[in-house]
């Protein structure tokens, strides 16, 4: 089983600020296969970015998202204040398309 | 436009099994897989498996075979999963999400169903 880490555990920034977390996997994953969702209390998970660095639809360009083999990073460019949530990165190299622990991402 | 309805919240004993539901729509059923995840209070996102609606194959996340099943109604357009044995440790909010063949993300979402394991 690919194991995805990610960090740090809790981001403190202000809004307006630039927020860059960290997802790395245990094995290399196809940049195809490495996503990332925000997900905000009482919600479900949203899609944000698919295939490493492509934005899903309707997702606004301050989100970018890069890497390749283990390393793989969302960059959030100017924190809004509708930012502040939780982020986690799946791959779907294997079956069991394990997800992230998640960062959360809080107002400082 | 696409929605995934999951069924209302459940109490259920320790021991005992759960069945919860996701109705489709808006889309061609049969074109997309649904995948389940669960997530316990306060923590992660954890993937269960996966059913094909187009011929009913699974696939189950390896800490819950056995125990877990996944099937489709293609006369109602709903996937239901099934837990059986529950631990407490399987209080945890149930969601449903569905993919496109190999596009590699979940585009649409349930809204999530919480299963509380209690005596």
């Known amino acids: 089983e690919i194991v995805l880490a990610q960090s740090p555990g809790t981001l403190s920034l202000s809004p307006g600020e630039r927020a860059t977390l960290s997802c790395r996997a245990s094995e290399s994953v196809s940049s195809n296969y490495l996503t990332w969702y925000q997900q905000k209390p009482g919600q479900a998970p949203r899609l944000l970015i698919y295939?490493?660095?492509r934005r899903a639809t309707g997702i606004p360009d301050r989100f970018s998202g890069s890497g390749s083999g283990t390393d793989f990073t969302l960059t959030i460019s100017r924190l809004e204040p509708e930012d502040f949530a939780v982020y986690y990165c799946?791959?779907?190299?294997?079956?069991?398309?394990?997800f992230g622990q998640g960062t959360k991402l809080e107002i400082k | 436009q696409v929605q995934l309805i999951q069924s209302g919240a459940e109490v259920v004993q320790p021991g005992a099994s759960v069945k919860v539901s996701c109705k489709t729509s808006g889309y061609t059923f049969t074109t997309y897989y649904i995948h389940w995840v669960r997530q316990a209070p306060g923590q992660g996102l954890e993937y269960m498996g996966m059913i094909i609606p187009s011929d009913g194959g699974t696939y189950y996340a390896q800490g819950l075979q056995g125990r877990v099943a996944m099937t489709r109604d293609t006369s109602t357009n709903t996937v239901y999963l099934e837990l059986r044995s529950l631990p407490s440790e399987d209080t945890a909010v149930y969601f449903c999400a569905r993919e496109y063949p190999a596009n590699n993300f979940f585009d649409y979402w349930g809204q999530g169903t919480l299963v509380t394991v209690a005596s």
């Open positions: 295939a490493a660095s």
């Open positions: 799946q791959q779907f190299r294997n079956p069991g398309y394990t």
